[in-house]
């Protein structure tokens, strides 16, 4: 079953911020992090539940070649991407309101 992708504002926000932060570090790089974040998408519409809930009913899915992760929430055929951090950032410290 081909799962469906939504994406939160925040996550939509800070895949942006992070495209640009790489953008700026190397012409190119931030579209090499885009393209690595697709992959992963692509893989979580397949199976979803591959990976561990990190938080209660919050999975995280690691980004290859970067230390990013999407969080996301699986909710029947959607997977909700809830945020998309780096692996220094501590997602127990989000706000409630997911």
Same mark, same amino acid.
């Given at each position: 079953?081909?799962? /469906? +992708?939504?994406? %939160?504002?925040?996550?939509?926000?800070?895949?942006?911020?992070? *495209?640009?932060?790489?953008?700026?570090?190397?012409? @190119?790089? @931030?579209?090499?992090?885009?393209?690595?974040?697709?992959? *992963? +998408?692509?893989?979580?519409? *397949?199976?979803?539940?591959? !990976?561990?809930?990190?938080?209660?009913?919050?999975?995280?899915? +690691?980004?290859?070649?970067?230390?990013? @992760?999407?969080?996301?929430?699986? /909710? @029947?055929?959607?997977?909700?991407?809830?945020?998309?951090? !780096?692996?220094?950032?501590?997602? %127990?410290?989000?706000?409630?309101?997911?």
């Amino acid at each position: 079953m081909a799962y /469906r +992708l939504k994406f %939160s504002t925040r996550a939509l926000r800070e895949t942006g911020k992070a *495209q640009e932060w790489y953008e700026l570090q190397s012409p @190119g790089l @931030g579209e090499e992090f885009i393209a690595a974040m697709e992959l *992963q +998408l692509k893989r979580l519409e *397949q199976a979803p539940l591959l !990976h561990a809930e990190v938080i209660p009913s919050v999975r995280r899915a +690691l980004l290859p070649r970067f230390p990013y @992760g999407l969080f996301y929430a699986v /909710r @029947g055929d959607l997977v909700h991407v809830l945020a998309v951090l !780096h692996d220094a950032r501590n997602p %127990s410290r989000w706000p409630k309101n997911r």
